[in-house]
């Protein structure tokens, strides 16, 4: 027989092409709550940035894995709704705008400036789509939504209208941190530290006495006595309001209650004990200010000192630095004191030590902390239902829980949520002219930008003033706002009527929301909190974790580094398949994983032998079940039970979503046990000819008949050997899949929704045969010693070593009796 495959080799270029577009043509990734029979499976996918090329190969490889899910899910026989968005709001879009086009955005007009924005983020896009759609996600890109569209952002500001109406959310002038680079207020949740080089600074301050009438045993006079006080940060010298040292500290119990005096600002503070004073730390003494660190922010509140506002919201010193030191960057003012510290000798020395530093996440710049006016929403009493619920979410992998956990028992602050940005949504809030309270319009669903909106009300709320005017705040939302909503907004939240939301009954709470270990404090967090704030309910039953991308040393990539690879051109030159099966073969879950174009090449072969021992069936007929001869051969019954095997592993890596497991397992059985071993053990009995009878034995019926089964046996094992080995792999590389399944076993598309684990792949009889699995290492080890054996055994005809189909005298050992007809037809062994 022909083969029904005829090309000698997978060709991903132009096959994998042609399939994506019957798969798009024919819309069958389609969602519909018409399917409403099927349990709904909802993927809170996360929208990825568009921030620039080359979009990063480990978040391409993270896609790729989601797509997985996906599948899985849909061969499972569940209604999956695969939801494609873009992260369009913030920051990395406004630098990349600001580059693209050596724009200012402070300088510019708004407007021209957000529509800047826009067309640098639709070409980025359209690549970022492209790539999604290359590698064969079955998304729903018919529907693909931009957390920048009015839709999304008129979602984020009416649930921030209903917080505000339960009083979650409000307003304070606090010490918040602040990037003076990006020139807004950051989270928490967006700081890195990093260790720096820096300089420790020994400052000499002069102590004046205690008071007469504090008269106590020690109360020396102390005037004209110093202290060196050591710190990182002497430009912050002019908003100094306290020295503390360690109350154990012998060195300095004397000057307990004596007054330092500012050198250069002649001020005076109070020594103060204070056991967050390292006495091993500089010279045991430090200054507090507002603000040097977080330490600082928490001194001032205990020892109720005054706050002096040091910097101001572009980064620069204010007037209180006086005169000389006033306007003047914080690199500036460091410089300009070290330098009068010294010529009036008031510094002793200078010390080079690396400093633990907050860093602002995304442009690396030290962040500041300044006093300033935000709009907080509530967090820290949702805390221990937010833990709670931790423990309902099942992790892949287990062990990331742990991230969210300690995230959640760090928490001490409410969440900032205003930001001085542009590229965002606006925060929906007009204040009167005449009383300047805050007036929100109804959460009903509009998208309002108060910076250039009219009001939609007139009168204000507080005071009644109806012809004061309003001013429009210019302020926009952390994106983490609009991202936190991303499973209420596929889940149609919001829309219907208030009671009967069929599509959100039905898909909500989402199924599992798949992110990268990096934004769990972040994204993760901030969706269990706003989806609790505003549903109750946790939005999804499970959380995939997985690891980063890492260069082939297990370094990061970085562009600065210039080690990132680009995924597109990869995919177009290796394929799709090849591209899915690397990062499924590489990528442990939850761990980090090594890219490499080198290892992408490699996973190409296995691709090929798939194609290769599909073609070679492909020759023979299918037998299928109900065909199925009644009795099989002891090797069919053998390599049966070794797929029933890989059947069960499979179903434990699909089921943890680890897709490491199925993609190695399945390599190893299909070409080191399936192909090496097996096939070759049978293929006598498959080119059996049933009418060209020219053995030995009496031509009589019976035996024809049992020739007959053998092959029948054989046909049955090998085909149901591959279709379930083509089913097993399906979500990891679709597109070959595709390909085989259609030339061999059934119409087009079929596979996409049939179960992953058939109900015949865990027959009882194969259940009967587990036991056949304790052959296993002795075949192999007899096939390889009779493949030993020939190479070393030199012909007496040829004087080179035997072939492979070569006779030889090797007896089948007692123990694999069973399946000595098969063992001596393969190696052509001689009884004599
Ligand atoms: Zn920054
Ligand atoms: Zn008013």
């Known amino acids: 027989m022909e083969p029904k495959i005829q090309s000698t080799s997978w060709n991903p270029e132009i096959i994998e092409k042609a399939i994506l577009k019957k798969w798009e043509e024919n819309d069958i990734y389609h969602f519909t709550v018409d399917d409403g029979s099927k349990p709904a499976f909802v993927i809170d996918t996360p929208p990825p940035y568009p921030s620039g090329r080359p979009w990063h190969i480990g978040a391409a490889a993270h896609y790729a894995q989601i797509d997985m899910i996906a599948r899985v899910a849909r061969m499972n026989g569940k209604n999956v709704l695969f939801p494609i968005?873009?992260?369009?709001?913030?920051?990395?879009?406004?630098?990349?705008?600001?580059?693209?086009?050596?724009?200012?955005?402070?300088?510019?007009?708004?407007?021209?400036?957000?529509?800047?924005?826009?067309?640098?983020?639709?070409?980025?896009?359209?690549?970022?789509?492209?790539?999604?759609?290359?590698?064969?996600?079955?998304?729903?890109?018919?529907?693909?939504?931009?957390?920048?569209?009015?839709?999304?952002?008129?979602?984020?500001?009416?649930?921030?209208?209903?917080?505000?109406?339960?009083?979650?959310?409000?307003?304070?002038?606090?010490?918040?941190?602040?990037?003076?680079?990006?020139?807004?207020?950051?989270?928490?949740?967006?700081?890195?530290?990093?260790?720096?080089?820096?300089?420790?600074?020994?400052?000499?301050?002069?102590?004046?006495?205690?008071?007469?009438?504090?008269?106590?045993?020690?109360?020396?006079?102390?005037?004209?006595?110093?202290?060196?006080?050591?710190?990182?940060?002497?430009?912050?010298?002019?908003?100094?309001?306290?020295?503390?040292?360690?109350?154990?500290?012998?060195?300095?119990?004397?000057?307990?209650?004596?007054?330092?005096?500012?050198?250069?600002?002649?001020?005076?503070?109070?020594?103060?004990?204070?056991?967050?004073?390292?006495?091993?730390?500089?010279?045991?003494?430090?200054?507090?200010?507002?603000?040097?660190?977080?330490?600082?922010?928490?001194?001032?509140?205990?020892?109720?000192?005054?706050?002096?506002?040091?910097?101001?919201?572009?980064?620069?010193?204010?007037?209180?630095?006086?005169?000389?030191?006033?306007?003047?960057?914080?690199?500036?003012?460091?410089?300009?004191?070290?330098?009068?510290?010294k010529n009036a000798g008031l510094m002793e020395k200078e010390e080079s030590i690396t400093h633990r530093t907050p860093l602002c996440e995304r442009s690396k710049t030290p962040i500041e902390i300044i006093p300033l006016h935000d709009y907080y929403v509530k967090q820290i009493e949702f805390v221990p239902q937010l833990k709670e619920l931790a423990f309902k979410l099942k992790f892949h992998p287990e062990i990331h829980r742990q991230i969210l956990l300690k995230w959640l028992d760090s928490i001490n602050i409410d969440w900032p949520v205003s930001r001085r940005r542009f590229y965002g949504t606006e925060i929906p809030i007009w204040y009167c002219n005449a009383c300047k309270a805050p007036n929100l319009p109804p959460s009903d669903g509009k998208y309002y930008r108060p910076w250039k909106d009219k009001p939609p009300f007139e009168k204000c709320e507080k005071c009644g003033s109806f012809d004061s005017g309003f001013t429009g705040e210019d302020r926009t939302f952390d994106t983490w706002m609009d991202s936190s909503i991303s499973p209420l907004y596929v889940t149609k939240f919001g829309k219907g009527n208030n009671n009967n939301n069929k599509i959100f009954d039905y898909t909500y709470p989402t199924a599992i929301r798949p992110q990268a270990k990096d934004i769990i404090r972040t994204w993760l967090h901030y969706t269990m909190l706003r989806c609790v704030q505003l549903t109750d309910k946790i939005p999804w039953r499970e959380a995939w974790i997985m690891g980063y991308g890492v260069d082939e040393k297990g370094e990061k990539m970085s562009k600065s580094k210039g080690n990132v690879i680009d995924p597109f051109p990869v995919i177009q030159k290796y394929g799709a398949d090849t591209f899915r099966f690397w990062s499924a073969s590489e990528a442990n879950l939850g761990y980090d994983f090594r890219c490499s174009e080198q290892k992408i090449a490699g996973a190409q072969k296995f691709l090929s032998k798939l194609w290769n021992i599909g073609r070679f069936l492909s020759s023979f007929e299918v037998i299928d079940e109900r065909q199925a001869p009644q009795r099989l051969e002891p090797s069919d019954r053998w390599i049966l039970a070794e797929l029933d095997r890989l059947v069960k592993e499979c179903k434990r890596g699909y089921d943890e979503y680890n897709f490491f497991i199925p993609a190695n397992a399945i390599r190893d059985f299909t070409w080191h046990l399936f192909a090496a071993h097996y096939i070759e053990m049978v293929k006598g009995r498959a080119y059996t000819t049933i009418n060209n009878n020219n053995n030995d034995d009496d031509d009589d019926d019976n035996n024809k008949n049992e020739e007959y089964d053998g092959r029948r046996s054989a046909l049955y094992t090998l085909h149901r050997c591959f279709s379930t080995i083509l089913s097993l792999i399906a979500p990891i590389i679709p597109f070959i899949v595709e390909e085989l399944w259609t030339k061999m076993y059934s119409s087009e598309f079929t596979f996409h929704r049939q179960a992953i684990f058939r109900e015949e792949q865990t027959l009882e009889k194969v259940q009967e045969d587990v036991e056949m699995t304790k052959y296993t290492k002795a075949l192999i080890d007899f096939n390889s010693m009779v493949w030993n054996k020939k190479k070393e055994t030199i012909s007496k005809e040829t004087g080179k070593p035997l072939s492979l189909k070569d006779p030889i005298h090797i007896p089948v050992p007692p123990e694999l009796d069973q399946f000595g007809q098969d063992l001596r037809s393969m190696h052509n062994l001689t009884t004599r």
């Open 85 to 341: 968005g873009i992260d369009r709001n913030g920051l990395p879009v406004e630098i990349y705008t600001e580059k693209k086009y050596k724009v200012r955005m402070r300088q510019m007009d708004r407007q021209k400036f957000l529509d800047l924005c826009k067309v640098a983020l639709d070409d980025l896009e359209a690549e970022m789509i492209q790539i999604m759609k290359r590698m064969g996600l079955s998304g729903n890109f018919k529907e693909y939504y931009r957390t920048d569209s009015d839709e999304y952002r008129a979602l984020t500001q009416a649930t921030f209208i209903e917080l505000w109406k339960r009083g979650l959310v409000y307003l304070a002038n606090r010490p918040n941190n602040y990037c003076p680079d990006c020139g807004t207020t950051i989270a928490d949740a967006e700081i890195v530290y990093n260790e720096i080089p820096t300089k420790l600074v020994y400052m000499k301050f002069k102590v004046r006495g205690k008071e007469k009438d504090e008269g106590e045993k020690n109360n020396k006079n102390n005037d004209g006595a110093a202290i060196i006080v050591a710190s990182t940060r002497p430009e912050l010298l002019f908003a100094c309001q306290a020295v503390i040292v360690n109350p154990e500290d012998d060195r300095y119990k004397h000057l307990l209650g004596s007054r330092a005096i500012l050198p250069l600002f002649d001020r005076e503070v109070s020594i103060v004990p204070h056991h967050s004073a390292k006495p091993e730390f500089g010279s045991g003494a430090v200054m507090v200010c507002s603000y040097g660190d977080q330490n600082d922010v928490q001194l001032f509140r205990e020892l109720g000192l005054k706050e002096i506002v040091a910097l101001n919201e572009n980064g620069f010193t204010t007037e209180v630095a006086g005169q000389k030191y006033a306007g003047l960057r914080v690199n500036q003012a460091r410089t300009k004191i070290i330098e009068d510290l």
